[in-house]
Nanobody, 123 residues
Framework: QVHLVESGGGLVQAGGSLRLSCAASGRTFSNYAMGWFRQAPGKEREFVAVISRRGGSTDYADSVKGRFTISRDNAKNTVYLQMNSLKPEDMAVYYC????????????????WGQGTQVTVSS
């Protein structure tokens, strides 16, 4: 079992930045690819970003490329999502995810999910 706890969400003006963190516990963190998803009201949960076990590979949704950066610190069992140039359409609950297989996250799934953190972007 992997337990994931997100933090760092909040209210920000359009054009601003936030950094989300996800602390993992339970199993060996470096065995898992990590990702971020988001879900806006009335919409399905969507893939945002993924990072491989050692951080050598990343992928992003087209909507966030060039604005968001995913990173991880295996010594701290933590994955981050740096969000810059935020737009009102980025407003959603952001979920951290873990999977043994990188492609599981790329294909919009996960083995474990966090509870989510709210990101609100004011225009």
């Amino acid at each position: 079992q992997v337990h994931l706890v997100e933090s760092g969400g909040g209210l920000v003006q359009a054009g601003g930045s936030l950094r989300l963190s996800c602390a993992a516990s339970g199993r060996t963190f470096s065995n898992y690819a990590m990702g971020w998803f988001r879900q806006a009201p009335g919409k399905e949960r969507e893939f945002v970003a993924v990072i491989s076990r050692r951080g050598g590979s990343t992928d992003y949704a087209d909507s966030v490329k060039g604005r968001f950066t995913i990173s991880r610190d295996n010594a701290k069992n933590t994955v981050y999502l740096q969000m810059n140039s935020l737009k009102p359409e980025d407003m959603a609950v952001y979920y951290c995810a873990a999977a043994l297989n990188y492609n599981t996250i790329v294909e919009h799934g996960a083995d474990y999910w966090g509870q989510g953190t709210q990101v609100t972007v004011s225009s």
